[in-house]
């Protein structure tokens, strides 16, 4: 059991038509709920309104109806008044009418007044509670002048708010039929468009689905433009894999065509040396197994080194490198291995990067020794240097004639082997033009400026980045 609770498998994975209408519908519920306070606000506000008119109205009439008459303070409470108050049928209306010396002249005395700060003001709406029921009340003065009463005159006339809660919670109820009408319907049409904008993705579905497992042919459905990033992976991705899987067949079919020749050859010499009693033939026979042998071991080592590199075509990062470094160290390499005694180096003083494999770039140098020596004649030379092109090269050079024409031709082509060697695997210039190849470069053969002939890789300078490691010890 996996210790990590919150790897990939922690949490399933979600289609994008899922994820996207959680999204939606995220997005509609934060929507709605601020278009459900808003009417709710609005609701209130506008029942505010509508009902503190019918308040002043109603004052007012009472004020205009207040007169004085043989020096005594008479108010005519009008019917209209409490009419238009009684549109709210369920609420109850309160009064109270106080005179200029601060006594009710009619209506409920205990009924409150509003605070000093809002009674400044001449017409004041206050909220306040009476008789167990919060109400809303107008404070409204009229101011007397006769010769009998003089002074400001208060009316105050308020209502219950049942009338106006109900105003309200219609409002939001009408708002909320609509938010939900109004969402289902825009999440409908948003999962519509969404199941058309994704048709694309599921014809690439179809398609793939539809082919047979060995079809590695790109991809040629129509795809609108943001998807066309994704079939280009899908293809650029099918592309690889077809490569590997050609160079994997290739491989098996390479190791068991050439290797069965030489290993059925060296068995049967096996077999003629264990039945063989003339000790001069038994030596001959010795030594054909012997070179059959190393034969056998080179042509497998470079079938492997073939597969390798053709593998890191595809799989590896490529890195700024000193082209010098890797000169050296395949000169090492290659004098480990035996062989490379008579290899000499020529390489400049300066670095000269290149953005390559180490290891492929490395291979290729030693398959150019190999070559020279297995092919040319002593002095081998292995050198690096920087072209008027301004281009890098690692070539090996010998003091020999070289390669003919025709030789010269099937440079790449694997298994050209040299008749007159049976111990060439003929695969050693094959993973330089592969390496070459891989590095934008190209294999290049002739006749030396130093004199002799040299083989080998003309590749791009690495463009301008960080500074170039000071290995100038490691390259003498």
């Given at each position: 059991?996996?210790?990590?609770p919150f790897?990939p ?6 289609s994008?038509a ?5 999204l939606l ?8 709920a601020?278009?459900?306070?808003a009417?709710?606000?609005y609701?209130q506000?506008a029942?505010?309104r ?6 002043t ?21 009008p019917?209209?008044?409490f ?7 369920e609420?109850?209306?309160?009064y109270?009418v106080i005179?200029p ?11 409150p007044?509003?605070?000093?700060a809002k009674a400044?003001?001449?017409s004041?709406?206050?909220d306040?509670t009476?008789s ?7 404070r ?9 009463v ?10 219950t708010?049942?009338?106006?809660s109900e ?6 109820a009408r708002?909320?039929i609509g938010v939900?009408?109004?969402g ?5 049409l948003?999962l519509?468009?969404m199941?058309l904008?994704?048709?694309p ?7 793939i689905?539809a ?6 042919t ?18 650029r991705?099918?592309a690889?894999l077809?490569r ?10 390479d190791?068991?065509h050439?290797?069965?020749?030489p290993?059925t ?13 003339d000790?001069r ?8 197994i ?15 080194s073939h ?19 890797v000169?050296?160290e ?21 670095p ?26 002593p ?10 092109a301004?281009?890098a090269?690692?070539a ?15 440079i790449?082509e694997?298994?050209a ?19 070459a ?8 053969a ?19 980045g960080?500074?170039?490691p000071s ?5 003498s």
């Amino acid at each position: 059991m996996s210790d990590a609770p919150f790897g990939p498998q922690a949490f399933p994975s979600r289609s994008i038509a899922w994820r996207l209408t959680l999204l939606l519908t995220l997005l509609l519920t934060i929507a709605a709920a601020a278009t459900l306070a808003a009417a709710l606000s609005y609701g209130q506000t506008a029942a505010t309104r509508a009902f503190d008119r019918l308040l002043t109205g109603a004052a007012l009439q009472i004020a205009e109806r207040i007169s004085v008459e043989d020096g005594e303070t008479v108010v005519d409470i009008p019917l209209s008044a409490f009419g238009l108050l009684s549109l709210a049928a369920e609420d109850r209306i309160f009064y109270r009418v106080i005179g200029p010396d601060g006594s009710t002249l009619t209506g409920d005395e205990s009924f409150p007044l509003p605070d000093r700060a809002k009674a400044q003001s001449g017409s004041v709406l206050y909220d306040t509670t009476f008789s167990g029921e919060p109400v809303r009340a107008i404070r409204m003065q009229r101011f007397l002048a006769e010769r009998a009463v003089r002074g400001p005159i208060t009316v105050v006339v308020a209502q219950t708010l049942r009338a106006r809660s109900e105003l309200a919670n219609e409002i939001v109820a009408r708002a909320v039929i609509g938010v939900v009408i109004a969402g289902a319907l825009t999440l409908t049409l948003a999962l519509l468009a969404m199941y058309l904008a994704l048709s694309p993705l599921r014809r690439i579905e179809r398609a793939i689905l539809a082919r047979d497992p060995l079809d590695l042919t790109p991809l040629s459905t129509t795809t609108p433009r943001e998807v066309e990033a994704l079939v280009s992976a899908i293809n650029r991705f099918m592309a690889r894999l077809d490569r590997r899987v050609s160079a994997m067949q290739d491989f098996v079919a390479d190791a068991a065509h050439q290797m069965r020749t030489p290993i059925t050859a060296l068995r049967a010499q096996t077999e003629l040396a264990m039945e063989e009693e003339d000790p001069r033939k038994l030596r001959a026979l010795q030594r054909r197994i012997r070179d059959r042998a190393i034969g056998v071991s080179r042509l497998t080592d470079q079938l492997l080194s073939h597969a390798l590199v053709t593998h890191r075509a595809d799989a590896v990062t490529l890195e700024w490198l000193d082209l010098r470094r890797v000169a050296v160290e395949a000169e090492r390499e290659a004098r480990r291995t035996g062989g490379a005694e008579a290899v000499a180096l020529d390489l400049p003083a300066d670095p000269v990067m290149v953005t390559g494999d180490a290891f492929s770039l490395r291979e290729a140098a030693r398959n150019l020794i190999t070559n020279a020596l297995a092919h040319g004649k002593p002095p081998v030379t292995l050198g690096v240097r920087v072209t008027a092109a301004e281009t890098a090269v690692i070539a090996a050079r010998d003091c020999g004639p070289g390669m003919s024409p025709r030789q010269i031709e099937r440079i790449g082509e694997r298994f050209a082997r040299d008749a007159s060697n049976p111990q060439s695997a003929g695969l050693g210039l094959a993973i330089v033009a592969e390496v070459a190849e891989f590095h934008q470069g190209a294999v290049r053969a002739g006749a030396a400026a130093e004199g002799g002939f040299e083989v080998g890789i003309e590749m791009p300078l690495a463009p301008a980045g960080p500074a170039a490691p000071s290995d100038k010890g490691d390259a003498s």
